[in-house]
């Protein structure tokens, strides 16, 4: 394989903004052709293709350096590389024959090579990271446009700006922050189907603040879509302990959203993780050797939004006891994702504090009735829920609705629930409103002290909830009532008779005026 971008630069020669502007430039290819919800998967696999294969070539060219008389040597080498590339199962391969054709079907071809040879890296089971995403398939085309899409999709990759090896990009996490980008510009346009794989950064950075990850925590989001949320926990870690000592667990039911978090994962150098295919709540994959639930030291999750249709038939005859507590609703599974994630919560165990879980969910979860105020009663009586977070609205893609987080604890020792009114503190956005840093230190900041702060905070006896029928809904705790200024009756009347003075004042100038013009009544 032999690369023909120089990569004599020095590392950190590129930024950021120069890589996501080239990527962005690249959807160019299929703008106007094809829709966006279907060519992310292509610009984002596409990606993944050039960046392993450019830190193949990278290394190749080092080994030939060394080991130059010796290609057997070189070819041993490299079968210890982090992504093992099959002969010609590679971009620059596909490169040099895109004006042949059977473009779509030769890059099929080596992705299912790349799958094949990497064992179970790439693969859950028998489900490959690429098997839902086909460049042959017709959806770009009759046979002469998908070869033309795709010989161009290969050559705006090839571009200089592109050259993602790491003798030239360095070993900051240009990658990985490239692909988030990426995900966050499709999030955007993406309208509903973007809550699906994409929680917003800055609502991920609050949720991991809150629930605090240590070194040695194990991590898990049972609806990881890409997986943003779970990065960005192992991220507090790096930054509090300078240590990746650490394990990511996720569980997405989506097929082409299971492979990106796959993807996101090892472009940001994530590889100690384990990211199941299949629906959770059906079917939870991430299970201990006896077949039971494991259980993690976090829980993290921003499931879908009163989800229906989420197997409220089969959850009486539940064989992880999930939902001991009460049945949720039919056509609402929200509290179904609450009672999963709170049995996948370890429980205290020596020095090591109980499991900590953080749960993104609409308003309606706080007061609704009927099932739901009864699960909600027990877990609040059990003492398991610690803070409740009311956040501004427009903040997630595809929806205007206010959301909350909901903050749960194992093994609890005071008597309390935090509530936070978070709503009103934002940066307004065109179509999206946004947290900033100060906002979200606000809220942990205020979360940690657990104190009473006017309009924006209040700390709940648990008998305080109960004497409100275990309602959580924000207002009844948090007091924003604005009180109106005191209006002085005399003032008015004051400024009445002068307005009363100036407009009979008016009224003769008119007269007079109209008069001279012969208009006069």
């Given at each position: 394989m032999n690369s023909k971008v120089d990569s004599s630069n020095q590392p950190g020669a590129v930024d950021q903004a120069?890589?996501?502007?080239?990527?962005?430039?690249a959807c160019d290819t299929f703008r106007g052709t094809v829709d966006p919800s279907i060519y992310k998967d292509y610009v984002l696999t596409m990606l993944f293709l050039k960046y392993i294969s450019d830190v193949w070539q990278d290394h190749y060219d080092e080994y030939q350096k060394e080991y130059g008389d010796t290609p057997e040597l070189i070819e041993e080498m490299l079968k210890n590389e982090r992504f093992v590339l099959p002969k010609n199962a590679n971009f620059y391969n596909l490169y040099e024959k895109r004006h042949e054709p059977g473009n779509g079907e030769r890059i099929d071809k080596a992705l299912h090579a790349i799958e094949d040879g990497n064992g179970a890296k790439l693969r859950d089971g028998d489900h490959g990271v690429f098997q839902d995403i086909s460049f042959n398939s017709n959806k770009l085309g009759d046979e002469k446009q998908k070869n033309d899409i795709l010989r161009h999709i290969l050559e705006d990759f090839n571009k200089d700006e592109l050259d993602?090896?790491?003798?030239?990009?360095?070993?900051?996490?240009?990658?990985?922050?490239?692909?988030?980008?990426?995900?966050?510009?499709?999030?955007?346009?993406?309208?509903?189907?973007?809550?699906?794989?994409?929680?917003?950064?800055e609502v991920s950075e609050l949720v991991a603040e809150l629930v605090a990850p240590l070194e040695g925590d194990e991590i898990c989001d049972p609806a990881c879509g890409s997986a943003s949320l779970l990065m960005k926990c192992g991220k507090q870690i790096q930054v509090n302990a300078g240590s990746k000592k650490y394990g990511l667990y996720g569980q997405e039911a989506i097929g082409s959203t299971w492979a990106l978090a796959k993807m996101n994962m090892f472009l940001h150098g994530e590889d100690n993780h384990i990211i199941k295919w299949g629906d959770t709540l059906r079917n939870p994959r991430l299970l201990n050797e006896d077949e039971t639930l494991k259980q993690f030291d976090v829980v993290v999750a921003n499931p879908p939004f009163s989800l229906e249709k989420w197997g409220h038939e089969s959850a009486e005859n539940d064989k992880y006891g999930r939902f001991k507590r009460g049945i949720p609703p039919k056509t609402k599974g929200d509290y179904a994702f609450i009672l999963h994630m709170i049995e996948t919560m370890k429980p205290a165990s020596g020095k090591k504090q109980g499991g900590r879980m953080g749960v993104v969910v609409p308003h309606g979860v706080l007061f609704r009735a009927s099932t739901e105020g009864k699960i909600r009663t027990k877990l609040i009586d059990e003492n398991l829920l610690d803070a409740v977070i009311g956040l501004p609205e427009k903040l997630f893609y595809g929806t205007g609705i206010p959301a909350a987080i909901l903050v749960f604890k194992k093994n609890k020792k005071e008597n309390n629930v935090l509530f936070i009114d978070a709503s009103r503190e934002?940066?307004?956005?065109?179509?999206?409103?946004?947290?900033?840093?100060?906002?979200?230190?606000?809220?942990?900041?205020?979360?940690?002290?657990?104190?009473?702060?006017?309009?924006?905070?209040?700390?709940?006896?648990?008998?305080?909830?109960?004497?409100?029928?275990?309602?959580?809904?924000?207002p009844r705790y948090v007091d924003t009532f604005?009180?109106?200024?005191?209006?002085?009756?005399?003032?008015?009347?004051?400024?009445?008779?002068?307005?009363?003075?100036?407009?009979?004042?008016?009224?003769?100038?008119m007269d007079k005026y109209l008069e001279e013009l012969g208009c006069g009544l």
């Open positions: 120069e890589i996501n502007r080239a990527l962005w430039s993602l090896k790491p003798s030239r990009v360095g070993n900051k996490d240009i990658i990985g922050d490239a692909y988030e980008y990426l995900i966050e510009r499709f999030a955007a346009g993406a309208g509903k189907k973007a809550g699906e794989f994409y929680t917003p950064a934002y940066q307004d956005g065109k179509n999206q409103n946004n947290l900033t840093p100060e906002h979200i230190t606000k809220i942990v900041t205020t979360y940690k002290k657990r104190k009473n702060s006017d309009k924006y905070s209040y700390l709940a006896s648990l008998d305080e909830i109960k004497e409100n029928d275990y309602n959580l809904n924000i604005e009180e109106e200024e005191e209006i002085d009756l005399e003032v008015v009347r004051t400024e009445r008779e002068k307005l009363k003075a100036q407009l009979t004042e008016l009224e003769v100038k």
